[in-house]
């Protein structure tokens, strides 16, 4: 069907409403972007499919990152009447049980259930822009408010994300998709959209946080061959904010660069992803294919004169391709380096055209911001940080997963309430913000509201959305080092600030972890850090030194230590502790013993054991296995 009106996407839209969602139906929603399917769901997927092959009353459907990667694979089971249930660990073993137990009523909360609606639900407004809309029950669509992992989070960027089938163009229009679209190609000016995206506030998602709405005027202003880039090289360790979004929702994307090519005059566009993302750009090429057969992709869309057209290029996995000139570059088939900003690539940038360039989770926002309205979205975030951010919550925390919270919000909520804390009653060290170039934040601000004034206060930045949480054991002085490390290996080597700058810088790390820091060390660690932030030619080298001085600056004691004393107190750079049996404590259960790969520790059963310290590699397995903290770091 060639779409041409608002009237053809309600028609699509209640044809899909009626069989995706039919009150006679158990539906039964499997989340299958790439950390689902690593956890187990494809088998469950392909059991549950055969199992109900020819059972009409139960409805198999894949859907995207549900957003609690902790608890993969997650499945969302949902019938009229019924409660809305999400379930956790179900692996291909469990998912036939789970599906009879919930059509009988069967809900053994210690067994499968991890949360239920309660609440009553309302009948939704707009599915599409609205992320605080409800949904009658057997639409099957609202959100997870009983669940703690979901109660502060609020759905814009993420509102189709395992909600949808994302390889179904009709489940997108079920939920308003592309109503944006034609509401910007037939009742709106392009001067009218840019304006209404400046009032939304929104910033740049990819990390610079440039006004999205102003970046886009002075695109339009310049005369050549205007074009749109779409920025899905996400390369931060621990990010997947893009890849969720591209693998649970490539039409919100598309169609936010279909909206921005109106706004600005552009017929041309290109979506850059990373070669290890091959879900994220099976499922684009999908959504392309079926944007372009309903004639909302190519020539004359949607029976108007505009064109557009989406090309997909991926990048061999170069860090530094996430910084816009190099992106650039590398899209015109040359090295991916960066160069200097004093020509702006928005007069100036791929093929010398004016271009307009941003990353997934911007263009995702657009859609919603067109229906709703500028005001709507500016109504969210503080001051200067308008709407909601994606997050990745990764490393010493209890719920790893992907959330969408309104900007502002603390990181103490982000952590302890939505991230459930830290794992092992262990005490919380740190949180680092914005990726392996961004800064250390310990304890002492974590009521700090996150936005990108408040995150630049304190010596860290936004980033892309990656938050790695740090506990007790974590040594300050080592994370430094490994960040470097990586931004080393990644760093193009243009420019000598930054080449020669984080080098000797790593060296400094390396040697101090190994036990031969000196002093001065510290000191010439922050003179080199200011340096390559101040000349360093493009974003990755003046963020570089980030994770350094923000160490240096809360944690300097642990450098000291290293320095002075010798001592890791975190008990990690190998070199500078070992690890000791605490008699007192010692029950001489003796799982410490069959654990250790050296056989390094002995002794009687019920007697304090005994480690050798010519045999322990200081793995740290018995530190870890022991229950009676008798294993101490010395």
């Known amino acids: 069907m060639q779409i041409q009106s608002i009237e053809d996407l309600n028609t699509i839209s209640q044809n899909a409403r009626g069989s995706l969602y039919h009150p006679d139906t158990i539906k039964v929603n499997i989340g299958m972007a790439s950390c689902g399917i690593a956890a187990g769901a494809q088998a469950a997927f392909e059991k549950a499919t055969k199992a109900f092959a020819d059972d009409d009353t139960i409805s198999i459907c894949q859907t995207g990152c549900i957003g609690f990667c902790e608890q993969e694979p997650l499945v969302e089971i949902v019938a009229d009447g019924k409660p809305r249930v999400i379930y956790k660990n179900i692996t291909a073993d469990r998912i036939v049980d789970a599906i009879e137990d919930y059509r009988q009523g069967r809900f053994d909360k210690k067994k499968w259930i991890m949360g239920q609606m309660r609440k009553p639900l309302g ?67 392009p001067k009218q959209i840019i304006d209404e995206v400046k009032a939304s506030g929104l910033r740049g998602r990819g990390g610079g946080g440039f006004p999205a709405g102003i ?13 749109i880039i779409c920025n899905a090289d996400e390369g931060d360790p621990g990010a997947y904010m893009d890849r969720s979004i591209l693998e649970g929702d490539p ?28 879900l994220a750009v099976k499922r684009l090429v999908t959504a392309l294919k079926q944007a372009e057969a309903y004639g ?3 020539d004359g869309i949607a029976g108007t004169d505009f064109s557009f057209k989406i090309k997909i290029s991926t990048g061999a996995g170069a860090f530094v391709c996430g910084e816009s000139t190099a992106l650039m570059a ?46 709507w979205y500016a109504g969210m975030g503080t001051e200067h940080s308008k709407g909601t951010k994606v997050f990745s919550l990764c490393g010493k925390i209890n719920n790893t997963g992907l959330v969408e919270v309104p900007m502002g919000v603390s990181l103490r909520e982000i952590v302890f309430e939505l991230g459930g804390g830290v794992p092992k009653k262990k005490k919380f060290k740190a949180v680092q913000t914005g990726g392996p170039s961004g800064g250390c934040i310990p304890e002492r601000f974590l009521d700090l509201p996150v936005d990108y004034q408040r995150l630049a206060e304190v010596g860290s930045i936004m980033g892309s959305g990656g938050m790695i949480v740090m506990d007790q054991d974590t040594c300050m002085v080592d994370v430094a080092r490994y960040f470097l490390d990586f931004l080393k290996e990644e760093s193009c080597g243009q420019c000598n600030p930054c080449r020669e700058g984080i080098k000797q810088m790593l060296d400094i790390l390396t040697d101090i972890c190994a036990g031969k820091g000196k002093e001065g060390d510290i000191e010439l660690l922050e003179e080199l850090g200011s340096m390559v932030q101040r000349f360093s030619l493009c974003g990755l080298g003046t963020a570089a030194p980030n994770p ?13 230590a290293h320095i002075h004393d010798k001592r890791c107190p975190a008990g990690v750079c190998k070199a500078l502790f070992h690890y000791e049996i605490d008699v007192e404590a010692c029950t001489g259960c003796g799982v410490c013993a069959k654990k250790c790969p050296e056989d390094a520790i002995t002794g009687k059963k019920k007697k304090p054991h005994q480690l050798d310290q010519d045999k322990c590699i200081k793995c740290g397995i018995c530190y870890d296995a022991c229950k009676f903290d008798a294993i101490a770091i010395r």
């Not at 970046?215 to 074009?227: N, V």
């Not at 706004?263 to 979506?271: F, L, Q, R, T």
């Open 123 to 189: 009948v939704m407004e707009d599915a599409a822009t609205n992320p605080l809309a409800k949904v009658t029950p057997h639409e099957g669509l609202a959100f997870f408010e009983d669940i703690p992992f979901y109660d502060k989070q609020v759905k814009i960027a993420l509102r189709n994300c395992g909600y949808i089938d994302p390889d179904d163009i009709e489940a997108y229009i079920a939920r308003g998709g592309y109503s944006a679209l034609l509401k910007a190609l037939k009742s709106m000016k």
């Open 215 to 227: 970046k886009w005027a002075t695109c339009a202003k310049h005369d050549g061959e205007r074009s």
């Open 251 to 278: 039409h919100s994307v598309i169609e936010g660069m279909l909206i921005a090519g109106v706004a600005i005059g552009s017929s041309n566009g290109y979506i850059y992803v990373r070669n290890e993302y091959p």
């Open 296 to 298: 909302l992709l190519g």
């Open 330 to 375: 590398s899209l015109e088939g040359k090295v991916g380096r960066p160069r200097a900003k004093y020509v702006h690539t928005v007069e100036k940038g791929f093929r010398d055209g004016p271009t307009n360039l941003n990353n997934v989770e911007t263009y995702a926002n657009v859609p919603p911001i067109i229906m709703k309205g500028g005001a």
């Open 548 to 560: 350094v001085l923000t160490t240096i600056l809360y944690f300097r004691d642990e450098y000291e």
